[in-house]
């Protein structure tokens, strides 16, 4: 009678609604039965025993950039290990609909921390479709692991239609013809099912390569009309607008928050990215609530996309992109492929009078909290200093400044030289009520980019840990059937996807946790090498004992640490269309 049944389970339905214990069964990768006697086990291939365990949807993970990596490794095993059954493309005006293999290489290297000559290979290899319906249909060519769902890249059409040069040079505007030729990308994309477009203004997002090296992003020279008119396009279909404002610069905020705004039009869907609790400036944590309550009190549909858990990031040496923020930092990841530049340049005293000058101004908005006394090193080849910060072995060096410190350690050791800091999200009572406010969405995981600087595949489990321990110590901040539907449903019903909930007809993406293991292992990291991209060591999350099934469209993929061969070999996600 049933494919799988999962039984015994407390069962949360993505809505938001009561939690029950029920027993599932699965039919043709749909829900086809809920019941809370015990279903009729007769020739049922697959029964999971989840006594004592949570059935809840597949997380939906809004941000991700897998663009490169689901082209050559289709199992995003590291996001389905963590109980991720969709995932979402194109983020922060990044996607590889139209753009060339160099071109790729040149918007995703250096932003998303991702080898150039993979993204170049991949593209050159895969890459056999023009159109964004094309793309759609060679992505469920492929052996999916979890489910697709993508937005438009504006830097990616951009690119494309007026080739990369031309679409970063501030003098250079799109020609009505090339302006309508973006457009239609736009209506194109959508028309295949796209959930929106993604635009990014944030201006310490880099280009990689040798031809428009450290300029910024293609989308961030688009100037009002054009952007204006491809809201346009987006408010008219009901589709979201994706992005990150140039923090820099308040009138770049304003612009992308009030676009969200109705009152005398459709309200244009926005959701935009935030470290809302930064250490750097503590106040702006009660700003992002309070500017998403007086938009959508003014028939706004806005959301900040928020990482529910603490923004820790590694660095090899001073390969980070937060470096980008300031000139002199930038200046050093220009010669990221040229070491011996760097490091003469690093040597340099006026280089470093001006690194220390950027480094002590405290003034003006920023993501990074520029101290080195907040750094902590975990490798390197002098192991005298692991432990310690990069201010403490300034103060051991005779009194040097934090700066000088961390570059004389970059110039001897390089890469070999790793370390750790927390840029945001730092505070568990501001995280608390950032998770449970109407104006956030649960995400932001990066996942498939800064490969050695960060793993948040688990970033869902971890605010499950979070609630779960909360209700435990009698303190509930928000209850596990909302936080449950903040993960799923909430995130599918926004986007417009076939998604999140488990009720009868829906389709079956289903995990299985053991809230027993809802524990410390969530915070440990690991590195695991990335066959794909030349055994790159990646950064990862190792927590096996906490899922222990995962099914996508009733295919049971992962479970307690193991994938099953079906995972990667066969196709089990699908491109999931907006409706």
Known sequence: MFDSIIKGARWFDGTGGPSAIRHLGITDGRIAEISATP?????????????????????????????????????????????????????????TVHVDGETAGDLFGRVEAIPRQYVVGAMNDMRTWRTAGEYADALEQLPLGPNLAAFIGHSDMRAAVLGLDRATRKDVKPSKPELAEIERMLVEALDAGFVGMSSQQLLFDKLDGQACRSRTLPSTYAKGRERHRLNTILRQRGRALQ????????KSLVSMVVSSVGLWREPLKVSLLSAADVKAVPAVSKMFPAIGKVINGLDGDFRWQHLPVPFEI????????????????AAAMHLADHIDEQRHLMQDEQYRRTFRKHYDSKYGPRVWHRDFFDADIVECPDETVIGKTFGAVGVDRGGLHPVDAFLDLVVEHGDKLRWRTTISNHRPEVADILAADPSIQVGFSDAGAHLRNMAFYNFGLRLLRRVNDAATDERPFMSVEHAVHRLTGELADWYGLDAGHLRVGDRADAVVIDPAHLDDTLDAYAESPLAVFGNLSRMVNRNDETVTAVFVNGRYVFGEGEADPVLGTERVGAFLRAE
Request: glycine share 12%; proline share 6%; net charge negative.
């Open 243 to 250: 992005g990150g404002p140039d923090v820099t610069n308040p």
């Open 39 to 95: 279903l009729d086990e007769t020739g049922c291939s697959r029964v999971v025993d989840a006594t004592g365990k949570w059935v809840i949807p597949g997380i939906v993970d809004i941000h991700t950039h897998y663009d490169v990596e689901v082209l050559l490794d289709p199992s995003l095993t590291e996001s389905v290990r963590h109980g991720v059954t969709t995932v979402l493309l194109g983020s922060c005006s990044l996607s």
């Open 314 to 329: 590694y660095s090899d040496g001073i390969s980070l992109p937060i470096f980008e923020e300031f000139g002199s930092g």
